[in-house]
T-cell receptor, first 116, second 113 residues
Framework: GAGVSQSPRYKVAKRGQDVALRCDPISGHVSLFWYQQALGQGPEFLTYFQNEAQLDKSGLPSDRFFAERPEGSVSTLKIQRTQQEDSAVYLC??????????????FGPGTRLLVL | DAKTTQPNSMESNEEEPVHLPCNHSTISGTDYIHWYRQLPSQGPEYVIHGLTSNVNNRMASLAIAEDRKSSTLILHRATLRDAAVYYCILRDYGRDSNYQLIWGAGTKLIIKP
C-alpha cells in the first residue's frame, strides 16, 4: 500500500521567504509527527498530532515554525521568514496509534530544505 | 531521558553476519529498546524492538543483555542493501510522551562487496 509521502522533495528558499512543506500520512493513521534532521545527525522531534489536535509542539525551535492538520489527515509544516539555520531535512511520520510498545512510526522520504 | 551510545561506524563484508552494539547503562524498567535504520536519502524505517527477551523478525534479531544495559542488533547475512545508519532508541512507556523518538547519531554500517 501507499506509504507516507512528502512534497516537495527539495526546496530552495531565499533567507526571509516563507515555505510550506506537505505530508500525506498513511490512510487511517491517527498520529502524525514532524522531525527535523540536520546533516549527519539523527532526527529531532518537532511536533505531534493526534487526528487534528496538536498535542505536543515542544520541539518547534521558534515561533516561526507552525504546523497544522486541519482535517486529521494531511499536514503542513510552515516556516516563516526562513533563516540559514533552518536548512535541514524535514521528516514526517505517521502511526496507527501513538503509544504502545509495538507502535511503529512510518516515515516519509523527507523534504530537504536549503535556505540561501 | 535514558541515552544510548553506539559506535560511529562499522564495516562488514557482504553475506556475513553483522553485530551492531548499543550501550544504554541508564535504562529504566519501562524503557523498550527500538532500532530503526535510515538508508541513504530515505526516511528512517523500523527494524525491531524488545524489552527483555531476545527478539527475531524477518529483518533482524535483537539480543538484549541480562542486565539490559546493552543490546546488539544482528543482521544474519548482510547485503549491500543493508548499508545504512542504524539507530538504537529507548522508548519509555512509563511517560505520557513516549511517542517521541529520541535519536542519537547512530552507527553508519558500511558493507564491502
Amino acid at each position: 500500500g501507499a506509504g507516507v509521502s512528502q512534497s516537495p522533495r527539495y526546496k530552495v528558499a531565499k533567507r526571509g521567504q516563507d515555505v510550506a512543506l506537505r505530508c500525506d500520512p498513511i490512510s487511517g493513521h491517527v498520529s502524525l509527527f514532524w522531525y527535523q534532521q540536520a546533516l549527519g545527525q539523527g532526527p529531532e522531534f518537532l511536533t505531534y498530532f493526534q487526528n487534528e489536535a496538536q498535542l505536543d509542539k515542544s520541539g518547534l525551535p521558534s515561533d516561526r515554525f507552525f504546523a497544522e492538520r486541519p482535517e486529521g489527515s494531511v499536514s503542513t509544516l510552515k516556516i516563516q521568514r526562513t533563516q540559514q539555520e533552518d536548512s535541514a531535512v524535514y521528516l514526517c511520520a505517521s502511526s496507527y496509534q501513538a503509544g504502545g510498545p509495538g507502535e511503529t512510526q512510518y516515515f516519509g522520504p523527507g523534504t530537504r530544505l536549503l535556505v540561501l | 531521558d535514558a541515552k544510548t551510545t553506539q559506535p560511529n561506524s562499522m564495516e562488514s563484508n557482504e553475506e556475513e553476519p553483522v553485530h551492531l552494539p548499543c550501550n544504554h547503562s541508564t535504562i529504566s524498567g519501562t524503557d523498550y529498546i527500538h532500532w530503526y535504520r535510515q538508508l541513504p536519502s530515505q526516511g528512517p524505517e523500523y527494524v525491531i524492538h524488545g524489552l527483555t527477551s531476545n527478539v527475531n523478525n524477518r529483518m533482524a534479531s535483537l539480543a538484549i543483555a541480562e542486565d539490559r544495559k546493552s543490546s546488539t542488533l544482528i543482521l544474519h547475512r548482510a547485503t549491500l542493501r543493508d548499508a545504512a545508519v542504524y539507530y538504537c532508541i529507548l522508548r519509555d512507556y512509563g511517560r505520557d510522551s513516549n511517542y517521541q523518538l529520541i535519536w542519537g547519531a547512530g552507527t553508519k554500517l558500511i558493507i564491502k562487496p
